[in-house]
């Protein structure tokens, strides 16, 4: 299995953080030299490499003369402004001594969740690589509000690898790999591989780790490992100091089998990429009929509309009786026409209405399963 990671052409680091950073705060010089080497070493050699780094809010604590990371968000916006710049040309003077540019790509939500702005940004990191540059990516956190909540850049980095059609995503941490419990606790084992949800089963995944400039935790990494190898791209979980011993292909870390089938492009953004504006509450029949029968959603089959969306938008299809959601789709009408068209067989509304209500409120193919 491991020839997957020595045979990935184009690859997706992520780096967190506290593998980059003094728990002080402030950019650790030696770490990120370390890591440039590894990456340099792989991009000078005919590896594409696109590395996605947090550490921009981390970076900017010892200048500011702050202690610990902030918790206002005006404060955090502060930090990142301060640390940007000194994170991205740290990594340009590392890489400069391999004879490599790097270009950099701050991103927001909007920018993974809309898909005019989507279809922008794999346009700039796919130049990027064509013209021999590494790009480093980081979400946006000077001017953003929602993904400094989010607070970690391991779902940026399963959609950046989904984006640019990548062969390989390695999560690095300050941890080495994925473990049944605490890597601390002596009963804990690591685990090196991950076939499916089945191995998960039973494991505790840890929340941010000690340092206090970290935001993520195992449990998002898990989850980005879970994104990307629903696209069909591998994932290695490892630590910072062990990412070249990773791409020698030695069994360190924790490496997350991809799907056999990669979806629809399209529906992998649907399901991954987007943020749900509204919710269509389904009757028995209707979740039954998209589940099981991958059909489309009519009208006769929704028993109540929450949100305020426009066609064209995401919605969340949900379970009436659990609350739970299904599936995710794109939207026929607006939120103010929905409530009147509830219950209705679209012949008879076709009959009241006219030809032009006889639609799905959600058709099939822009329909994916949660």
Known sequence: MREVVTGARRIVVKVGSSSLTTAAGGLDEQRVDALVDVLGGLATHGREVVLVSSGAIAAGLAPLRLRRRPRDLATQQAAASVGQGLLI??????????????????????????????????????????????????????????????GDNDRLAALV?????????????????????????????RIPYVTGDDDLAGVKVSTPGKSGVGTGGMVTKVEAARIATGFGIPVVLTSAPQAGSVMTGDDVGTLFRAAEHRPAARLFWLAHATAPRGRLHLDPGAVTAVVARRKSLLPAGITAVDGSFAAGDPVDLVDAGSGAPVARGLVNYDAVELPALLGRSTPELAAALGPGYEREVVHRDDLVLL
């Open 89 to 150: 040309g740290r990594y340009a003077a590392g890489f400069a001594r391999h004879g490599l540019t790097v270009g950099q790509v701050l991103l927001t939500v909007d920018d993974v969740t809309r898909r005019v702005h989507y279809r922008n940004a794999y346009r700039t990191l796919r130049k990027l690589l064509d013209l021999g540059a590494v790009p480093i990516v980081n979400e946006n956190d000077t001017v953003a509000t929602e993904e400094i909540r989010f």
């Open 161 to 189: 690898a989904a984006l640019v059609d990548a062969d390989l995503l390695v999560l690095l941490s300050d941890v080495d790999a994925l473990y049944t419990g605490s890597p601390s606790d002596p009963a804990s084992r």
